[in-house]
């Protein structure tokens, strides 16, 4: 009787904690967090800018769709969507994929992203090893997560997880041009 109690407090426990991982907003900065849903590409607040290489920035990109990735060698789900960007990557040559690795050091993200073979080159491969571009300003604390900014370099949304397939149609559907 006794383990079958403990056994029922343990599934309600997971199922809590489940539930509230999952009901989490997906962006602790409020500041920064796109609209739901907005009637005109004008009300989606401008994605933060930042430097992601000597002498790069994501305001470089503007005039391009850019997907923002956020991922990490040790990250299960990070290695299921990679070979989706690529794909996704080769099938859309006018968009950006821009992957910023948490990685703390340079040769996990090498060894990850090797062994994908030679990616195409609109794929960016950097490093945010401090997390100040994941976190600070993006609010991503979950990995992978993935920021959709527009031409226009506003944010319209954040993936969370294996939220879609990169390379389905239905996804690039949804892209704006």
């Given at each position: ?13 997971g ?41 790069r ?48 050091d ?10 994908f ?61």
């Open positions: 009787m006794r383990n079958a109690l403990i056994l029922l407090i343990t599934i309600i426990l199922l809590a904690a489940h539930y509230l991982y999952n009901q989490a907003p997906s962006s602790p900065a409020a500041s920064v967090s796109p609209p739901e849903i907005a009637a005109e590409a004008e009300s989606y607040p401008i994605a933060p800018d930042f430097t992601y290489a000597p002498g920035q994501l305001s470089d990109l503007r005039g391009r769709v850019v997907l923002l990735n956020f991922w990490a060698s040790w990250c299960g789900p990070c290695r299921v969507e990679f070979p989706q960007f690529i794909k996704l990557a080769q099938t859309r040559p006018d968009i950006t994929i821009l992957a910023l690795s948490v990685d703390s340079d040769a996990a993200m090498t060894r990850f992203t090797a062994s073979g030679t990616l195409p080159g609109n794929i960016i491969i950097a490093r945010d090893g401090e997390r100040k571009i994941a976190q600070d300003l993006y609010g991503t604390l979950r990995f992978p997560e993935t920021i959709l900014i527009d031409a226009q370099q506003r944010w319209r949304r954040k993936y969370v997880g294996l939220e879609v397939e990169w390379d389905s149609a239905a996804f690039i559907a949804t892209l704006p041009q």
